[in-house]
């Protein structure tokens, strides 16, 4: 807006409704000519108007103009797991969670961690994707993805490097046995209110999944048995507890006595 002689400052009003009745915002500007605005609906029209004052009182308002709002541009989208995987399917499955304001995702996968050497490019509506493309043997790879709404993409997150193996569709492990121990990270992360923690067990042994609060009070165990060395999955279902972050921790005793202990936090959002 422009000054008027003889002000001392400035009401902006803005309104959803253009009889300004109710009000969303109303502004002493205080001779500023501009204000930044916070807070508003994404996709709404909006109504606002100026009125200039001084010792003497208020003028008139100006006439009522009007906008509205375009959506942010999404959150990066986390992945659901970071850690180096090897022996991947050359034709893998790719899972994300999802992105607040995202319609749909770009996901890209490269040979080198520039991405300038881009072997997959490809727009989904989805948080899982199995590629059709068949990947190199043996090769090393970079994935990322990115949120898309009508105000753009989002900043990719951190590319994630994994290494394929010889299996086309299923992971190149003798027996679906896994060569190291392993705790994923929960998915999906936030989750409302159930969520899936994988782990991996290259040896049989005594497995043993707990989850604990922030305060470190265990509320719940989701194993507690010997199990053959393979690929696992348990549900965890948090309808019984508070909203907050939790951690899940796994000790697993192998048969020669060794151990592996991971520790891993979530977050219940309801």
């Known amino acids: ?5 003889a002000d001392t400052g400035y009401i902006c009003e803005i309104s959803t409704v253009p009889s300004f009745s109710p009000l969303v915002v109303v502004s002493d500007t205080t001779r500023d000519t501009s204000f930044a605005v916070i807070s508003l609906q994404n996709l709404m029209k909006y109504y606002w108007r100026v009125m200039a004052y001084n ?7 100006t006439t009522t103009d009007s906008f509205t709002t375009i959506i942010s541009i999404p959150l990066t989208p986390t992945l659901a797991s970071t850690a180096l995987r090897t022996g991947v399917a050359r034709r893998p499955t790719f899972t994300w969670n999802p992105s607040t304001y995202a319609t749909k995702y770009r996901l890209q996968i490269a040979s080198d961690s520039t991405f300038a050497s881009v072997v997959v490019d490809t727009t989904l509506p989805d948080t899982s994707v199995q590629i ?3 990947l190199e043997v043996k090769t090393t790879y970079f994935w990322h ?17 994994f290494i394929t193996g010889e ?16 705790l994923m990270q929960n998915y999906p992360n936030p989750f409302n209110p159930t969520t899936t923690i994988g782990y991996d067990l290259p040896n049989a042994g005594h497995v043993t999944l707990e989850i604990y609060d922030i305060l470190g009070r265990e509320v719940a165990t989701l194993v507690d048995e010997s199990q053959h060395a393979g690929l696992y999955s348990v549900r965890f279902d948090g309808s019984r507890y508070a909203s907050g972050v939790y951690f899940y921790r796994i000790l697993a ?11 891993k936090k979530m977050l219940l959002l309801k």
């Not at 010792?55 to 308002?61: L, N, P, T, Y």
């Not at 005793?253 to 520790?263: E, Q």
């Open 145 to 161: 993805v990115g949120a898309i709404d009508t105000a753009g993409i989002s900043p990719y997150p951190a590319p994630v490097r």
């Open 1 to 5: 807006m422009y000054p008027v002689s």
């Open 55 to 61: 010792a003497a009182g208020g003028g008139s308002f």
């Open 132 to 134: 059709s493309d068949t």
């Open 253 to 263: 005793i192998g048969a020669d006595g060794r151990k592996f202990i991971s520790l």
């Open 167 to 182: 299996g086309i569709l299923g992971i190149d492990m003798p027996g679906g046995i896994p060569r190291v121990y392993a």
